[in-house]
């Protein structure tokens, strides 16, 4: 059981390049939402998926797209990138609504910096 | 959503208690409060969770008082290992579409 998996750790970027991040989860979870952090502040939620099939913006959706690609995998997608997308990324799962102690299961993040 | 608000940063010598406290003055009737905790370079971890009066586990309790418009997270002993930054998040979890919003949260510094 490895919780929840973020590819890659690590990357550089030129400006308007683009890439995919990747997060799985394996714990059955039926929510997923991608986060970013920058330095010194706390996670801003970019974009999240309720459940398996739907996508929903957060705070800070522009300049991203995600895609829930099945009940594991949720993706997210730079497509034009620029310096002001370097931050950690950060993936999280969470169970379904209505238990009895409800919680979030964070990734371990992708370091992203834009050239 | 209802909004956050909690001290920037906090010092504190091991063997003492610490307590954390977080203001969320428009906490609407199903919301729940939560705490995470995030060490550099990982993402965060939850510590507790609860909605009214007083709720212990293995590593912290929560105070909530009767208004619910804030919240105290109280950390028992604190030892070196517990500087991290410490978020407090209110939210209904019922909701299937429920999003969290994460503050700037406290840094808590354990010092020897």
């Known amino acids: 059981n490895a919780g929840v998996t973020q590819t890659p750790k690590f990357q550089v970027l030129k400006t308007g390049q683009s890439m995919t991040l990747q997060c799985a989860q394996d714990?059955?979870?039926?929510?997923m939402y991608w986060y970013r952090q920058d330095p010194g502040m706390g996670l801003r939620l970019i974009y999240y998926?309720?459940?398996?099939?739907?996508?929903d913006k957060g705070e800070v959706p522009n300049g991203y797209n995600v895609s829930r690609l099945n009940k594991r995998e949720f993706s997210l997608r730079l497509e034009s990138a620029a310096p002001s997308q370097t931050s950690v990324y950060f993936c999280?799962?969470?169970?379904?609504?209505?238990?009895?102690?409800?919680?979030?299961?964070f990734g371990p993040g992708t370091r992203l910096t834009v050239l | 959503l209802a909004k956050t608000t909690q001290p920037i940063s906090m010092d504190s010598y091991e063997g003492q208690e610490v307590n954390i406290t977080c203001s969320h003055n428009?906490?609407?009737?199903?919301?729940?409060i939560t705490w995470y905790q995030q060490f550099p370079s990982q993402g965060p971890r939850f510590i507790i969770q609860?909605?009214?009066t007083k709720v212990t586990n293995e590593v912290a309790s929560l105070f909530i008082p009767a208004d619910r418009k804030s919240s105290t997270l109280s950390l028992p002993r604190v030892s070196l290992s517990d500087t991290a930054v410490y978020y407090c998040?209110?939210?209904?979890?019922?909701?299937?579409?429920?999003?969290?919003?994460f503050g700037t949260g406290t840094r808590l510094k354990v010092l020897a």
């Open positions: 999280a799962s969470r169970r379904l609504a209505g238990v009895s102690t409800d919680t979030q299961y």
């Open positions: 714990m059955n979870h039926n929510s």
């Open positions: 998926s309720a459940s398996e099939g739907t996508t």
């Open positions: 428009n906490i609407a009737t199903n919301d729940y």
């Open positions: 609860g909605y009214k």
């Open positions: 998040l209110v939210g209904d979890r019922t909701s299937g579409t429920y999003k969290y919003i």
